[in-house]
Nanobody, 116 residues
């Protein structure tokens, strides 16, 4: 059974930082593209960042470029999202995503709240 378990969300002031973690089990971690998505209140889920293990490529939404960093620790089956200089508009439920050609899995989400 595949599980993606996120952690690290919480309340932070604007300009602050958080690091989200997503630990995967039940899949061959290094074969999957790992990504983070988020869903702000009342809005659709949107892409944030992704990491392709095969060549180490990373991709970011324009809104987070230069502030967020995605990384992966193969030994821990964990993907991270380092979020710096957080803004009010970054408040959302953040979801971990694992995808390959045949399968896609989602975590349960972790709440990030940003206050002014």
């Amino acid at each position: 059974q595949v599980q993606l378990v996120e952690s690290g969300g919480g309340l932070v002031q604007t300009g602050g930082s958080l690091r989200l973690s997503c630990t995967a089990s039940g899949l061959t971690f290094n074969q999957y593209t790992m990504a983070w998505f988020r869903q702000p209140p009342g809005k659709d889920r949107e892409f944030v960042a992704s990491h392709i293990q095969k060549d180490g490529s990373t991709y970011y939404a324009d809104s987070v470029k230069g502030r967020f960093t995605i990384s992966r620790d193969i030994a821990k089956n964990t993907v991270y999202l380092q979020m710096n200089n957080l803004k009010l508009e970054d408040a959302a439920v953040y979801y971990c995503n694992a995808i390959d050609t045949d399968d896609q899995y989602w975590g349960q989400g972790t709440q990030v709240t940003v206050s002014s």
